[in-house]
Structures are given as C-alpha cells and as structure tokens.
C-alpha cells in the first residue's frame, strides 16, 4: 500500500536520442534511510503494468529495455519510491511513441574533400535505421564573409558535393537529418555545428 509519508518522484521525464530513450527523475529526499525505485511499463496493446528491469534500483534514470525497441509502439512508464515496506505513490508519464518523441542527433562528418569549387561531404547518420526509413540531408552553407545569406540544398546520399563555389573562399556548412517513416511520419534532427573550409585555387 502507498504511504502518504513518502513523496513520490518528481520531474518524471522519458528522454529520448537517436531511439535510445531512458526515464528519469529527480531524487527523493528522507531524513534516513535509502530510497529505491521500481519502474514499470505497459504498452499501447497491452493494459497491464510490467517490470522493466529496474526494480528497487538506487539510481533516478532507467533505460528502455530490448523488449521496447519498436519505435512505432505506444508505451506509458511509471516510478515509485520505496524506503522498506513503505512506497509512495506511482506517476506516470505521458504515452510515449519513439517514431515522434525521439531527438534526432546530427549526422558525423566524417570526411571533406576541398577542391577549387566544390567540398566532398561524407557523413554517417545518427542511428542505425531500419525498413521503411527514408533518410534526408539538409545541407545550409555560406561563404564566411557574407554568412548572411545561406544557400540550402538536400540530399538522399551520404555522400555528396556541394558545387559551383568560389575558388579561395572559406565556406561553412551545417548539416541536419529528416527522418521519413515507412508510416511517413517526418522527424527532422539537431543541425551540426558549422565546419569551415576553404576552397582551393584552380
């Protein structure tokens, strides 16, 4: 049974990137004693609460398990405190579907390229994808001295060129991911910090 002497967690938040999502929440403070945490799940198909490999754990943050990787799945967590035969009351969070909560990363840079009037980009996506995943980059860049005007351009490969620049010029680009589902859902990533490089001469 919930006691009313034990608070229950606050802050309970399910944070997600690039598909690797975990709940946490902020700890609760007794005057003696160490608090535990149980956290368990239930999906969207199914209306029973399971354990979630972490019962009476010390830590405020719990990692999705294997059994929950499906991204389309809808799923609701919740946290209780225990401090011997004492529990708080449980919160639950929010329903949480991966395929639109997640944060999507930027892409790694892996290689540039330089030429007199191109740079050849190699990047590496953020997550592993799967059946059905439709992966876009949009590509900003600008010269340095004029980085008020940017010129965008997308791509499907992750490999490509940006072309017809100006020889002996620094330009600067940045990078972000769109995701599009197989359920044509559309998540678009963090852009990438700028890198700059200057052009050869011809």
């Known amino acids: 049974e919930s006691s009313p002497h034990l608070p229950a967690p606050k802050d309970v938040m399910i944070y ?5 999502s975990l709940l946490r929440w902020s700890p609760v403070k007794v005057d003696r004693g160490l608090v535990l945490y149980t956290v368990h799940f239930k999906t969207g198909a199914f ?3 399971d354990e979630m ?6 830590q405020t943050e719990c990692s999705f398990p294997w059994s929950l990787k499906e991204r389309r799945w809808t799923v609701v967590l919740r946290v209780r405190a225990e401090l011997g035969q004492v529990t708080s009351d449980w919160v639950q969070t929010d329903p949480f579907v991966a395929e639109r909560n997640t944060t999507i990363g930027p892409p790694k840079v892996n ?3 330089v030429s007199s009037d191109s740079l050849l980009i190699s990047v590496t996506p953020p997550f592993g994808s799967e059946a059905g995943d439709f992966l876009r ?6 010269e340095n001295a004029t980085s008020t005007t940017k010129k965008e351009t997308q791509m499907s490969n992750t490999l490509f060129k940006i072309r017809n620049l100006k020889e002996l010029t620094l330009y600067c680009f940045s990078i972000q991911v769109e995701l599009t589902t197989y ?3 559309q998540l678009l990533g963090l852009q990438s910090d700028p ?3 200057r052009t050869t001469i011809s």
Do not use: A, G, K, P
Not at 16 to 20: P, W
Not at 53 to 58: L, Q
Not at 137 to 142: E, K, R
């Open 111 to 113: 290689s540039v390229i």
């Open 47 to 49: 209306n029973q609460w």
């Open 183 to 185: 359920s044509d859902l």
């Open 195 to 197: 890198e700059c490089y």
């Open 16 to 20: 997600s990137y690039n598909f690797h």
């Open 53 to 58: 490999n972490c019962t009476r754990i010390t």
């Open 137 to 142: 980059y949009h590509v900003s860049y600008w």
